[in-house]
């Protein structure tokens, strides 16, 4: 179907939404708690954009295309809005180093009063999704209102968590703190043995995370390899094969 | 299957069992003519009994008790004067005078509820049934009619039901206005089986308790308005969505859903006919957010009560992402009333947008509080003046609070407003479930802003930016404006946030949480100002801002104050000048509530 | 997921109650309503039992019950007091009675007493708003509270009824 996106006609799979056909055509909307692995979750709003008919603001990320939609990405609502959320999300987060450059790029005031000065967690919950979808949702977005916080059950160390980093990994802000120290890795309260690759022998996984995958994929991998290795032997595996 | 005759006995003693009697000892006037009546001669006839009810509106003053039929009213009784009633009005004495309605303003005494400007006033369609029956009564509610609407809708094709309500012109009751035929005919066009009712009772805005009232006092027309919409949209399963806090609520719901499929009019082949629906109840969490269709639908699934983006309407993708029809409590209640009287009689009510009538709950400073049911377009000043007889000991109206968290405060001079959905909202407030919170010159209307956000901090899902963050900004100023540290660069501050989130916020709890500052901020300008260049809070409110003292020339030495000042801060003896001590004195404005003689005065820092 | 170490006849006690409903994500806030009528707070080992019986992972269990007001994860009081600060309360001088409340039983609001007797918290609105302000002790509304009927309504509630915490 065809839309128009600041005033550029653009060809839109069905079913997909503002955003996504915006980025298929190189179009470039803010976000902030997008990824494409888990779609929409609509919680930053930077992704607001103007649609008519009849004219009205909707997240892009959300929001369903339709036939003959018009949409824009920025008009001086739209840029007052974005100020408004980043000094708001910057007043939330000031330790976080992408809210100090969206802070710089959009002008935004600088609060005199923060809320916690060390704080980078945007609550873009990025980490939760990842976590969800890819390990054993050790982790969730507890309380509610202007207290909401990503935790583990009672900020106590979750017996659910196999220390996979994916979370960590997954923050734009950095906010998720992970250190290794003598072959262990220490993540949300809990330390986790690493295991080293028999190849290279590189710390690359917890053991936890190796018995999770190998039940999830119920496959028995003797002596997991690391990413690299696991590649490398696989394309020496095809070049061995007769063509 | 044709429904059973019933009627009601003539001789009914009505006790008020609402909230508002029961927290005054209504149950124990109930159970004391209970057992009073039961030594009653066998020879005695017609037989008297008594019924507990739901609320009869007027809470103000209870409990009541109402005695058919010579329909006399007493107010304010107590176990204690049971005997006298059975022994002298039941034997045809004379009304107790001490028990009469004393209204305070005329100082006229009234006998029955038609003398009463507070019953006179009003006209009864929702609240047509509450106070008159026994809740937890099948019968009661057929006696007046019930399940007949039902009956008729069965023979009628959904289409036609549907039609009839869009020529009815009801609005959703919930707060938002959308026009319910309108929702009903999206559902019922939507594709997907099965399709579910829901009946949202999370009534949540403090000062509202209309729905509460109706779940409580007459179950059964709720009941009957969700099976007629489930028959119009083709739905099989229905939930009835009640707020934790209302525990009556839930014990009559129950029954009254058991009674219901007992009798044939839930389960399957409803009436014998082909229409299979049944109805469960689900109680809520405690989350003023469930409130919004779709944070309640995510609760009976079992999830966190967060909305999502409303870009596919419930009718199409609710519940489980199924085609889901849901309104509110008072909604449903009003959809009886309709197949019974036809669609043209409830449409001759109200005003051009919005039909039928309004159940308002009139609270905080004003006489007669309690439940008031009013046709659309009634002017506020006849709701508060006439019919909950305007502030009292003749202190000063300043505002009226509608709409709760949604909606804005409406100054005295715009009472004249005659309020439905469309004049509400271009007022700058909201109909909202209709809570009317009357305040007067003891209410600072920037703690009233400040109030709505600290609630609306701890009421928020949290889960999009500009609520969240955006609340706890602006209660941050509010709080400062409070203490007296704010400027007037916040008055330009809270405009900014509050266009944020209305534009941007996810649901309609960020959107409209603007509104209490946006109102106050519109209307009350002077009263921040105030607070911001004088450090003096006008309604003596914001302790950091208020000293009171007293006026030597006023004070007659009654010593009221001195007594009713709970840190012993007051000196004085009888017919003596009192003087507070300032250093002890933690300005809760007793003093000023107590005396009699506006001796106490209230000053800035 | 292990359960966390409790009494073996309180878990056999928590699962009774969880039993009663179906293995289904949608009755966890029914199953917390029962644990909570019952033990007057969501103990966590029965958290952890109720996310297995309806296989729903724990954090998201968790995640509920820190969510909806109804439920406590810390013990209450064996009497508990719940202020109403809904707008009519309020503007008709609540913080009035949850200052009077806090100074006669030496919490604050959201704590419980040392000795399990008392516990307090202000909750929005109890729809008792024509008899403003208004003071649930227990399951008893009380009407137009006064710092002076404070005290006398505290006296009521001397012994303790229930022994579950």
């Given at each position: 179907?065809?839309?128009?996106?600041?005033?550029?006609?653009?060809?839109?799979?069905?079913?997909?939404?503002?955003?996504?056909?915006?980025?298929?055509?190189?179009?470039?909307?803010?976000?902030?708690?997008?990824?494409?692995?888990?779609?929409?979750?609509?919680?930053?709003?930077?992704?607001?954009?103007?649609?008519?008919?009849?004219?009205?603001?909707?997240?892009?990320?959300?929001?369903?295309?339709f036939?003959?939609?018009?949409?824009?990405?920025?008009s001086?609502?739209?840029?007052?809005?974005?100020?408004?959320?980043?000094?708001?999300?910057?007043?939330?987060?000031?330790?976080?180093?992408?809210?100090?450059?969206?802070?710089?790029?959009?002008?935004?005031?600088?609060?005199?009063?923060?809320?916690?000065?060390?704080?980078?967690?945007?609550?873009?919950r990025?980490?939760?999704?990842a976590?969800?979808?890819?390990?054993?949702?050790?982790?969730?977005?507890?309380?509610?209102?202007?207290?909401?916080?990503?935790?583990?059950p009672?900020?106590?160390?979750?017996?659910?968590?196999?220390?996979?980093?994916?979370?960590?990994?997954?923050?734009?802000?950095?906010?998720?703190?992970?250190r290794?120290?003598?072959?262990?890795?220490?993540?949300?309260?809990?330390?986790?043995e690493?295991?080293?690759?028999?190849?290279?022998?590189?710390?690359?996984?917890?053991?936890?995370?190796?018995?999770?995958?190998?039940?999830?994929?119920?496959?028995?991998?003797?002596?997991?390899?690391?990413?690299?290795?696991?590649?490398?032997?696989?394309?020496?595996?095809?070049?061995?094969?007769?063509? | 299957?044709?429904?059973?005759?019933?009627?009601?006995?003539?001789?009914?003693?009505?006790?008020?069992?609402?909230?508002?009697?029961?927290?005054?000892?209504?149950?124990?006037?109930?159970?004391?003519?209970?057992?009073?009546?039961?030594?009653?001669p066998?020879?005695?006839?017609?037989?008297?009994?008594?019924?507990?009810?739901?609320?009869?509106?007027l809470?103000?003053?209870?409990?009541?008790?109402?005695?058919l039929?010579?329909?006399?009213?007493?107010?304010?009784v107590?176990?204690?004067?049971?005997?006298?009633?059975?022994?002298s009005?039941?034997?045809?004495?004379?009304?107790?005078?001490?028990?009469?309605?004393?209204?305070?303003?005329?100082?006229?005494?009234?006998?029955?509820?038609?003398?009463?400007?507070?019953?006179?006033?009003?006209?009864?369609?929702?609240?047509?049934?509450?106070?008159?029956?026994?809740p937890?009564?099948?019968?009661?509610?057929?006696?007046?009619?019930?399940?007949?609407s039902?009956?008729?809708?069965?023979?009628?094709?959904?289409?036609?039901?549907?039609?009839?309500?869009?020529?009815?012109?009801?609005?959703?009751?919930?707060?938002?206005?959308?026009p319910?035929?309108?929702?009903?005919?999206?559902?019922?066009?939507?594709?997907?089986?099965?399709?579910?009712?829901?009946?949202?009772g999370?009534?949540?805005?403090?000062?509202?308790?209309?729905?509460?009232?109706?779940?409580?006092?007459?179950?059964?027309?709720?009941?009957?308005?969700?099976?007629?919409?489930?028959?119009?949209?083709?739905?099989?399963?229905?939930?009835?969505?009640?707020?934790?806090?209302?525990?009556?609520?839930?014990?009559?719901?129950?029954?009254?859903?058991?009674?219901?499929?007992?009798?044939?009019?839930?389960?399957?082949?409803?009436?014998?006919?082909?229409?299979?629906?049944?109805?469960e109840?689900?109680?809520?969490?405690?989350?003023?957010?469930?409130?919004?269709?779709?944070?309640?639908?995510?609760?009976?699934?079992?999830?966190?009560?967060?909305?999502?983006?409303?870009?596919?309407?419930?009718?199409?993708?609710?519940?489980?992402?199924?085609?889901?029809?849901?309104?509110n409590?008072?909604?449903?209640?009003?959809i009886?009333?309709?197949?019974?009287?036809?669609?043209?009689?409830?449409?001759?009510?109200?005003?051009?947008?919005?039909?039928?009538t309004?159940?308002?709950s009139?609270?905080?400073?004003?006489?007669?509080?309690?439940?008031?049911e009013?046709?659309?377009?009634?002017?506020?000043?006849?709701?508060?003046?006439?019919?909950?007889?305007?502030?009292?000991?003749?202190?000063?109206?300043?505002?009226?609070?509608?709409?709760?968290?949604?909606?804005?405060?409406?100054?005295?001079?715009?009472?004249?407003?005659?309020?439905?959905?469309?004049?509400?909202?271009?007022?700058?407030?909201?109909?909202?479930?209709?809570?009317?919170?009357?305040?007067?010159?003891?209410?600072?209307?920037?703690?009233?802003a400040r109030?709505?956000?600290?609630?609306?901090?701890?009421?928020?899902?949290?889960?999009?930016?500009?609520?969240?963050?955006?609340?706890?900004?602006?209660?941050?100023?509010?709080?400062?404006?409070?203490?007296?540290?704010?400027?007037?660069?916040?008055?330009?501050?809270?405009?900014?946030?509050?266009?944020?989130?209305?534009?941007?916020?996810?649901?309609?709890?960020?959107?409209?949480?603007?509104?209490?500052?946006?109102?106050?901020?519109?209307y009350?300008?002077?009263?921040?100002?105030?607070?911001?260049?004088?450090?003096?809070?006008?309604?003596?409110?914001?302790?950091?801002?208020?000293?009171?003292?007293i006026?030597?020339?006023?004070?007659?030495g009654?010593?009221?104050?001195?007594?009713?000042?709970?840190?012993?801060?007051?000196?004085?003896?009888?017919?003596?000048?009192?003087?507070i001590?300032?250093?002890?004195?933690?300005?809760?404005?007793?003093?000023?509530?107590?005396?009699?003689?506006?001796?106490?005065?209230?000053?800035?820092? | 997921?292990?359960?966390?170490?409790?009494?073996?006849?309180?878990?056999?006690?928590?699962?009774?109650?969880?039993?009663?409903?179906?293995?289904?994500?949608?009755?966890?806030?029914?199953?917390?309503?029962?644990?909570?009528?019952?033990?007057?707070?969501?103990?966590?080992?029965?958290?952890?039992?109720?996310?297995?019986?309806?296989?729903?992972?724990?954090?998201?269990?968790?995640s509920?019950?820190?969510?909806?007001?109804?439920?406590?994860?810390?013990?209450?009081?064996c009497?508990?007091?719940?202020?109403?600060?809904?707008?009519?309360?309020?503007?008709?001088?609540?913080?009035?009675?949850?200052?009077?409340l806090?100074?006669?039983?030496?919490?604050?609001i959201?704590?419980?007493?040392?000795?399990?007797?008392?516990?307090?918290?202000?909750?929005?609105?109890?729809?008792?708003?024509?008899?403003?302000?208004?003071?649930?002790?227990?399951?008893?509304?009380?009407?137009?509270?006064?710092?002076?009927?404070?005290?006398?309504?505290?006296?009521?509630?001397?012994?303790?009824?229930?022994?579950?915490?």
């Amino acid at each position: 179907m065809k839309i128009v996106i600041d005033g550029r006609e653009i060809e839109a799979q069905p079913e997909s939404t503002i955003l996504e056909a915006a980025q298929a055509a190189g179009i470039f909307i803010p976000t902030l708690c997008y990824h494409p692995a888990f779609g929409g979750q609509g919680h930053c709003r930077m992704c607001m954009v103007e649609v008519e008919p009849p004219l009205r603001l909707v997240a892009s990320c959300a929001h369903p295309v339709f036939d003959g939609m018009i949409v824009r990405t920025t008009s001086p609502t739209l840029e007052k809005i974005r100020q408004t959320l980043v000094m708001l999300l910057y007043r939330r987060a000031p330790a976080s180093e992408l809210m100090g450059r969206l802070k710089a790029d959009y002008l935004a005031r600088a609060e005199l009063w923060v809320k916690d000065p060390m704080e980078s967690c945007i609550l873009c919950r990025l980490c939760v999704n990842a976590c969800q979808s890819l390990g054993p949702s050790a982790i969730s977005a507890s309380l509610r209102g202007t207290q909401k916080r990503v935790t583990t059950p009672y900020d106590e160390p979750s017996p659910d968590c196999i220390g996979c980093a994916t979370c960590a990994h997954i923050c734009p802000t950095g906010a998720i703190p992970v250190r290794v120290e003598n072959g262990q890795r220490f993540i949300w309260n809990k330390s986790f043995e690493l295991v080293h690759c028999p190849l290279c022998g590189e710390a690359f996984a917890t053991r936890e995370q190796l018995q999770y995958t190998a039940a999830k994929s119920q496959e028995l991998a003797e002596s997991p390899l690391c990413e690299r290795c696991r590649r490398l032997e696989a394309a020496q595996h095809w070049g061995e094969l007769p063509l | 299957m044709t429904i059973p005759e019933a009627s009601l006995s003539t001789h009914r003693i009505l006790v008020c069992c609402g909230t508002g009697c029961l927290a005054n000892g209504a149950w124990e006037v109930y159970q004391a003519l209970r057992s009073s009546l039961q030594g009653q001669p066998a020879s005695v006839h017609p037989v008297r009994e008594a019924v507990a009810t739901g609320c009869h509106g007027l809470c103000a003053r209870g409990p009541f008790v109402r005695i058919l039929p010579d329909d006399i009213v007493y107010c304010q009784v107590q176990a204690g004067d049971v005997a006298e009633i059975v022994a002298s009005t039941l034997e045809g004495g004379p009304p107790i005078k001490r028990l009469l309605f004393r209204d305070a303003q005329t100082k006229q005494v009234l006998t029955r509820p038609e003398d009463f400007p507070f019953y006179r006033q009003q006209h009864k369609i929702v609240l047509r049934n509450v106070g008159e029956i026994d809740p937890t009564s099948l019968q009661d509610y057929l006696a007046r009619g019930g399940y007949r609407s039902l009956e008729k809708a069965l023979l009628m094709e959904p289409d036609d039901i549907i039609n009839e309500v869009i020529s009815a012109g009801l609005r959703g009751r919930g707060g938002g206005g959308f026009p319910t035929g309108v929702k009903w005919r999206a559902c019922a066009q939507a594709s997907g089986a099965p399709r579910y009712i829901i009946c949202n009772g999370d009534e949540g805005d403090p000062g509202a308790f209309m729905d509460e009232s109706v779940m409580e006092g007459d179950p059964h027309s709720v009941l009957e308005g969700m099976i007629i919409g489930a028959r119009a949209v083709n739905a099989s399963q229905g939930f009835i969505y009640v707020r934790d806090e209302y525990a009556r609520s839930i014990i009559c719901l129950q029954k009254a859903i058991e009674d219901a499929r007992h009798a044939g009019f839930l389960g399957d082949r409803i009436l014998n006919s082909d229409f299979s629906f049944d109805v469960e109840l689900v109680r809520g969490g405690g989350a003023f957010v469930c409130g919004e269709e779709t944070a309640l639908m995510a609760s009976i699934e079992g999830s966190i009560g967060e909305p999502r983006d409303k870009y596919r309407y419930p009718t199409e993708s609710g519940l489980w992402g199924q085609p889901t029809l849901i309104n509110n409590v008072e909604t449903w209640a009003n959809i009886p009333y309709i197949l019974d009287k036809g669609a043209a009689h409830f449409a001759s009510l109200g005003t051009a947008g919005s039909k039928g009538t309004k159940v308002f709950s009139v609270v905080g400073k004003a006489v007669h509080t309690g439940l008031v049911e009013v046709p659309m377009g009634s002017s506020l000043r006849h709701i508060i003046d006439d019919i909950a007889g305007g502030a009292p000991w003749g202190r000063q109206l300043k505002a009226v609070q509608i709409g709760g968290p949604s909606g804005g405060c409406i100054p005295e001079a715009m009472l004249d407003l005659e309020v439905d959905f469309d004049s509400l909202t271009g007022a700058g407030a909201m109909m909202g479930s209709g809570g009317i919170i009357v305040m007067d010159d003891r209410t600072c209307m920037v703690e009233v802003a400040r109030y709505y956000m600290e609630f609306l901090a701890g009421e928020s899902c949290g889960k999009c930016l500009p609520c969240r963050e955006g609340i706890d900004y602006m209660l941050g100023i509010l709080t400062r404006l409070c203490h007296g540290r704010g400027t007037e660069a916040d008055l330009e501050r809270l405009q900014d946030i509050c266009t944020t989130l209305q534009a941007a916020s996810l649901c309609n709890l960020g959107k409209t949480a603007p509104n209490p500052v946006l109102s106050t901020v519109k209307y009350f300008r002077e009263e921040y100002l105030a607070h911001i260049q004088e450090h003096r809070c006008p309604a003596g409110i914001c302790r950091d801002l208020t000293t009171f003292s007293i006026d030597p020339d006023l004070c007659n030495g009654c010593t009221l104050c001195l007594k009713f000042c709970p840190v012993d801060a007051i000196e004085g003896a009888a017919k003596q000048v009192h003087v507070i001590d300032q250093t002890r004195c933690i300005r809760c404005g007793e003093c000023f509530e107590q005396c009699r003689q506006d001796a106490v005065v209230i000053g800035g820092r | 997921m292990p359960i966390t170490s409790f009494p073996e006849e309180s878990q056999a006690a928590f699962l009774a109650i969880i039993s009663e409903y179906p293995g289904e994500k949608r009755y966890i806030i029914p199953i917390m309503h029962h644990l909570n009528k019952y033990y007057h707070y969501l103990p966590r080992p029965a958290l952890e039992l109720t996310a297995q019986h309806t296989g729903v992972p724990f954090s998201q269990v968790y995640s509920m019950a820190t969510f909806y007001k109804a439920f406590s994860l810390v013990p209450r009081g064996c009497h508990h007091f719940k202020v109403c600060d809904g707008t009519t309360c309020h503007i008709k001088g609540s913080r009035l009675i949850t200052d009077e409340l806090q100074k006669h039983l030496g919490i604050k609001i959201g704590e419980t007493s040392s000795d399990r007797q008392f516990s307090m918290e202000t909750v929005n609105c109890i729809g008792a708003c024509a008899i403003a302000p208004a003071l649930l002790a227990d399951d008893k509304v009380y009407p137009r509270v006064t710092p002076a009927s404070v005290r006398k309504i505290i006296q009521e509630y001397g012994g303790c009824s229930h022994d579950h915490s």
